[in-house]
T-cell receptor, first 116, second 111 residues
Framework: DAGVTQSPTHLIKTRGQHVTLRCSPISGHKSVSWYQQVLGQGPQFIFQYYEKEERGRGNFPDRFSARQFPNYSSELNVNALLLGDSALYLC???????????????FGPGTRLTVL | RKEVEQDPGPFNVPEGATVAFNCTYSNSASQSFFWYRQDCRKEPKLLMS???SGNEDGRFTAQLNRASQYISLLIRDSKLSDSATYLC????????????FGTGTRLQVTL
C-alpha cells in the first residue's frame, strides 16, 4: 500500500508569490492534517480536514488556507509568501477524525518550501 | 511557556549505552501522548504511544506521569541506527487531530 504522498518535494518561490501544496492520504484514510516545520523546531499544526470539512485550525494567518476533495486528497495554499514561510510542510493522514489513545497518524515525506 | 518542552540536546552516547529523554507538557487536559522519531530531512515517524501504566517496545520504554505532566523515553543498548531526533508529542482532549510537538531531542550514537 502506498503511504501518504505529497507534491512537489521541493519548491522555490519569491516573496509575495502564492504556492499550492498537495497531499494524498493513505487509501481509506479520511482525515488529513497539515503541519509546518521550521528548521530546528518541531512541526506546528496548521489545519485538519475530515470528510471535506475543516475540523481544526492552528495559529496561522489567513494567508494560509486549505481544502479537502471528495477523494480525501488535500491542498494547502499560502498567499503573499514571506521569508518566514520557508519550512518543511508535512501532511499527515488518519482513518478517523478524532484521535484515540494509541492511534497512529502517518506523515508524508513533506514539501520543502524555500522563499527567497 | 512552551506547550511541550524538551531538552534539544544533542545527546552524544557510545553504542550500547542507556539514554533517557524527558519532556514536560503544560496543558493538563492533554489526553494522548506519543514519541515520534525524525531522521535528518525526513518526516516524523511514530515510535510509540505512551500510556499511564508505562509501556515497553523492545529496547524502548516510555513512561507518563500525569500528576507531574511529565513524559520520558528510555533507550537501552543504543545502536548507531538510533541516531535521530526524538519528538515528544501530546494531543489535547477535544482538539481532534491537533498534535503538539516539542522541539525534539537530538541523539547521536557513536562507536
Amino acid at each position: 500500500d502506498a503511504g501518504v504522498t505529497q507534491s512537489p518535494t521541493h519548491l522555490i518561490k519569491t516573496r509575495g508569490q502564492h504556492v499550492t501544496l498537495r497531499c494524498s492520504p493513505i487509501s481509506g484514510h479520511k482525515s488529513v492534517s497539515w503541519y509546518q516545520q521550521v528548521l530546528g523546531q518541531g512541526p506546528q499544526f496548521i489545519f485538519q480536514y475530515y470528510e471535506k470539512e475543516e475540523r481544526g485550525r492552528g495559529n496561522f494567518p489567513d494567508r494560509f488556507s486549505a481544502r479537502q476533495f471528495p477523494n480525501y486528497s488535500s491542498e494547502l495554499n499560502v498567499n503573499a509568501l514571506l521569508l518566514g514561510d520557508s519550512a518543511l510542510y508535512l501532511c499527515a493522514s488518519r482513518e478517523l477524525g478524532h484521535l484515540r489513545a494509541g492511534d497512529t497518524q502517518y506523515f508524508g515525506p513533506g514539501t520543502r518550501l524555500t522563499v527567497l | 511557556r512552551k506547550e511541550v518542552e524538551q531538552d534539544p540536546g544533542p545527546f552524544n552516547v557510545p553504542e550500547g549505552a542507556t539514554v533517557a529523554f524527558n519532556c514536560t507538557y503544560s496543558n493538563s487536559a492533554s489526553q494522548s501522548f506519543f514519541w515520534y522519531r525524525q531522521d535528518c530531512r525526513k518526516e516524523p515517524k511514530l515510535l510509540m504511544s505512551v500510556y499511564s501504566s508505562g509501556n515497553e517496545d523492545g529496547r524502548f520504554t516510555a513512561q507518563l506521569n500525569r500528576a507531574s505532566q511529565y513524559i520520558s523515553l528510555l533507550i537501552r543498548d543504543s545502536k548507531l541506527s538510533d541516531s535521530a531526533t526524538y519528538l515528544c508529542v501530546v494531543n489535547e482532549a477535544g482538539t481532534a487531530s491537533k498534535l503538539t510537538f516539542g522541539t525534539g531531542t537530538r541523539l547521536q550514537v557513536t562507536l
